[in-house]
């Protein structure tokens, strides 16, 4: 059984405390990036070959698509507060970040449907956008 390594390479802090007084380095927003477009490829992954039917009945495929999706979110929600300046690239970022928190706090009303839709219209548009993001980077 192999496994995916979520370890991301990117340093992001000196010493991974920044409080008052102490030396810190800005977090590299291109770990952000990479953070997304590795959980957008993953949860796509996930999906191939699939159908919204085969969806519906695999709660470990839906649990898996979800949590990239959060990922996905978070990752794009923490590049907000480091570099907004790159964030602001980013198409819908502010439902990207709303769908992240409707996964993760309204768990019992997810839309199956609405997910199966983001992930075969909206997803593949978004991660493009991430990689030519970070191509340029």
């Known amino acids: 059984m ?12 000196v010493n991974g405390s920044c409080g008052p007084g102490s030396r810190c380095m800005r977090p590299d927003p291109r770990k952000y990036l990479w953070d997304a477009v590795n959980a ?16 519906l009945s695999n709660a470990m495929l839906r649990a898996a698509v ?28 502010p439902r990207i970040v709303a769908f992240r928190n409707i996964l993760i706090h309204g768990y019992a009303t997810v839309d199956d449907a609405l997910v199966w839709q983001v992930l075969k219209e909206k997803l593949p548009e978004l991660e493009q956008v991430i990689r030519d993001m970070l191509d340029g980077s």
């Not at 796509?44 to 969806?55: K, L």
């Open 2 to 13: 192999s496994s995916v390594s979520r370890v991301s390479v990117t340093r992001t802090s």
């Open 40 to 55: 957008a490829e993953l949860a796509r992954g996930f999906a191939q070959g699939r159908s919204f039917e085969d969806y």
């Open 66 to 93: 979800e949590r990239e999706f959060e990922i996905i979110g978070e990752a794009l929600n923490q590049l907000s507060r480091v570099a907004p300046e790159i964030a602001s690239a980013i198409p819908e970022l």
